[in-house]
Nanobody
Framework: QVQLVESGGGLVQAGGSLRLSCVASRPTFISRYTMGWFRQAPGKEREFAAAISWRGGSTYYTDSVKGRFSISRDNAKNTVYLQMNSLKPEDTAVYYC???????????????WGQGTQVTVSS
């Protein structure tokens, strides 16, 4: 069973930046899966934020983060990143890394999930 471990969350002021990282416990895992970032705010359902295809050539973002967030992967480090700039209070949520053996999707239909990392943006 593979584990996905997120890190990089924290407290930041509005307009600031954070970079989230997600490392897989199984070597070369990241390079063979579509990777996604999801988020869940208090009292709300988990929602899609960004995803990158297993080849890394395709990325997709939900409208609310386009132009501010950037997803990338480093297969050599078995890590996927989410660079978050110009953060807003409404970005406050627990951010989850997920892996899918299928094509890039914005649904929750991913095979593996991390435990999440808290991102809090103060106004």
């Amino acid at each position: 069973q593979v584990q996905l471990v997120e890190s990089g969350g924290g407290l930041v002021q509005a307009g600031g930046s954070l970079r989230l990282s997600c490392v897989a416990s199984r070597p070369t895992f990241i390079s063979r899966y579509t990777m996604g970032w999801f988020r869940q705010a208090p009292g709300k359902e988990r929602e899609f934020a960004a995803a990158i295809s297993w080849r890394g050539g395709s990325t997709y973002y939900t409208d609310s983060v386009k132009g501010r967030f950037s997803i990338s992967r480093d297969n050599a480090k078995n890590t996927v990143y989410l660079q978050m700039n110009s953060l807003k209070p409404e970005d406050t949520a627990v951010y989850y890394c997920a892996a899918s053996s299928s094509v890039l999707t914005t649904t929750l239909d991913y095979d593996y999930w991390g435990q999440g990392t808290q991102v809090t943006v103060s106004s």
